[in-house]
């Protein structure tokens, strides 16, 4: 079974660009959960929604982080503009509602901002 | 000034022997309690979960103790492998229907030939 898939696995990119991150959920998964892991702060949540509805974005950094889901399968996090602080990496995770709380995590998209 | 990165806990135990990784939770209201591995550059794993109306759950080779009084979680590995080192997160939730699930700050188990 495909599990949580994310894209790019690894990205370097200049102070200011943008950076997309993209997910996609195991099938028939109705929760996503996007979280940032540093050495500093650990595994923190930013976002997450159910059935593509933003539920609690109060791990959101500030105003240059955004998430959407534009289908029931797909999310994708946005950093505008990126800053060096932002170096991290940024996981995505989903689960069946329903049937309990165990999440699945994607295999992470390594960010560096230089 | 220098940023300081976490120290994680670290426990070295040689292959074959057990392991023991203890974690300490901080909600006494949380009623769901799950383990988490990470190897090296990947995704924490799921590995096993517990609710708060058990005290023991066993898996393949692993075992979850719960503690409320203490609010103490423990995962026992038996007959450890090399293919086990790696980060162990322990999480919680509240509710039933938690929405999200609160991870420690992991522990460093590390496998000596």
């Known amino acids: 079974d495909a599990g949580v898939i994310q894209s790019p696995r690894h990205e370097v990119t200049e102070m200011g660009q943008e950076v997309t991150l993209r997910c996609k959920l195991i099938s028939g998964h109705n929760s996503l959960f996007w979280y940032r892991q540093t050495m500093m702060r650990g595994l923190e949540l930013l976002i997450y929604?159910?059935?593509?509805?933003?539920?609690?974005d109060s791990g959101m950094p500030e105003d240059r982080f955004s998430a959407k889901m534009p289908n029931a399968s797909f999310s994708t996090l946005k950093i505008q503009p990126s800053e060096p602080r932002d170096s991290a990496v940024y996981f995505c995770a989903s689960r069946l509602r329903d049937t309990g709380n165990t999440i699945y995590f994607g295999e992470g998209s390594w960010l560096t901002v230089v | 000034g220098e940023n300081v990165g976490l120290h994680l806990p670290t426990l070295s135990v040689q292959e074959g022997d057990n392991s023991i990784i203890n974690c300490a939770y901080s909600n006494s209201a949380s009623d769901y309690f799950i383990w988490y591995k990470q190897e090296s550059g990947k995704g924490p794993q799921f590995i096993i979960d517990?609710?708060?109306?058990?005290d023991k759950r066993q898996g393949q080779r692993v075992t979850v103790l719960l503690n409320k009084t203490v609010k103490h979680l423990s995962l026992q590995i038996a007959a450890t492998q090399p293919g086990d080192s790696a980060v162990y997160f322990c999480?919680?939730?509240?509710?039933?229907?938690?929405?999200?699930?609160?991870f420690g700050s992991g522990t460093q188990l590390t496998v000596l030939p």
């Open positions: 517990i609710r708060s109306n058990m």
């Open positions: 929604f159910n059935n593509n509805v933003p539920i609690d």
């Open positions: 999480a919680e939730t509240l509710g039933g229907s938690a929405r999200q699930l609160t």
